[in-house]
């Protein structure tokens, strides 16, 4: 086999490498659908401290690596990236065998050794990426990654992805820097002796879940302690729709001069997302009769996504301008989306019993 491309279809979360790949995968199977809607809900956030001026917004779904682990119609394998490198004689054709067999393959890479980013030849930042097919003749791997924060395809030469999987230079202290793991979407058919709920996952949409996580978000509490008897909560996040509140008061501390210079903007586009999110998802119920009557709630999340585009936009023009006025606006859009929300995920629990 010369070439081999695995499909990849458009994740609906796009700002967070792990979802994005791995979502690209997993969406391909329609069945799918009811597990992912199910989940994605509630959201857990990192207030900023003087020494990161950053705000991070995610979702909360436990351990954010191990998770994959558990995800219904997902086959996973995994291996330290050091251990691949030390029993592989030819880690390419490890790789390429790996594809062959369907496996999408995530792992860090070092930047400096590839051309199509911005760190090539100039700076060790190490980065995840996924890589989904290969061409023999040409000597590539086809990728899909992050450049400049755009998430895209890249072609990239075998002697060069060597040079950045092996490479022991970088931000080492990340928690993945040795992380590769191969996924792909389980086949029924090659299990020869299937057991439903042991070694195949079938998973339908789960309403009853929905409820709870609405809850837990208006409420803003602390979901992961249902994984809590698998390790740790870490004390430092925290949970649900008041996010609102402490997103807020980030902003202001840019306004009152306590932070300065550029704003991250990774966290204002995933409140977008969520907000997309939860659009999809209303009508995926409502397609499937999960949910009647959510019509003027779906209107509230439209409005909603509107705001959040404003704001995001809002975010990159102050990055380009360091008007403070584009801020003080974007506090006010945000307190207002805090009201209607609040309103919205109350009305939706109510029409769920």
């Known amino acids: 086999m010369k070439e081999k491309k695995l499909p990849l279809c458009n994740s609906p979360i796009r700002v967070y490498s792990n979802f994005a790949y791995v979502l690209s995968v997993l969406l391909n199977n329609e069945e799918a659908k009811g597990w992912f809607y199910s989940n994605f809900i509630q959201v857990k956030y990192i207030k900023d401290t003087i020494e990161t001026q950053d705000f991070v917004f995610n979702y909360s779904l436990g351990n954010l690596t191990k998770y994959f682990y558990n995800i219904p119609y997902l086959e996973v394998r995994s291996l330290k990236r050091s251990f691949l490198l030390s029993v592989c004689s030819d880690i390419i054709d490890f790789l390429c065998s790996a594809i062959k067999a369907g496996y999408y393959i995530m792992t860090i890479v070092d930047n400096y050794y590839l051309p199509p980013k911005r ?145 991250n903007v990774t966290s204002f586009h995933g409140m977008l997302e969520h907000k997309i999110l939860m659009i999809q998802r209303l009508k995926y119920m409502q397609d499937n009769q999960y949910a009647s009557g959510v019509d003027r709630v779906v209107e509230t999340y439209i409005d909603l996504k509107y705001s959040a585009e404003i704001i995001r936009n809002m975010i990159l023009k102050y990055n380009m301008t360091k008007n403070v006025e584009l801020l003080k606006r974007a506090k006010r859009i945000l307190d207002e989306m805090y009201v209607a929300e609040k309103e919205a995920v109350r009305s939706l629990v109510n029409l769920l019993d």
């Open 119 to 263: 760190e090539y030849n100039k700076n060790h930042n190490k980065h995840l990426i996924m890589v989904n097919g290969f061409n023999i003749e040409e000597k590539v791997f086809y990728c899909m990654g992050y450049n400049d924060r755009l998430y895209e395809e890249a072609v990239l030469k075998f002697d060069d992805f060597y040079m950045a999987v092996s490479s022991e230079e970088g931000n080492k202290k990340r928690l993945r820097d040795d992380l590769c793991m191969m996924y792909k979407l389980q086949d029924k058919d090659e299990i020869k002796y299937i057991q439903e709920g042991f070694n195949y996952f079938t998973y339908k949409f789960n309403k009853k879940l929905v409820r709870q996580s609405l809850q837990e978000y208006l409420y803003s509490v602390c979901s992961d302690e249902h994984f809590a008897g698998f390790y740790e909560v870490p004390a430092k996040s925290e949970y649900g729709i008041i996010y609102y509140e402490a997103m807020g008061q980030f902003l202001l501390k840019y306004v009152e001069g306590i932070y300065s210079g550029e704003m």
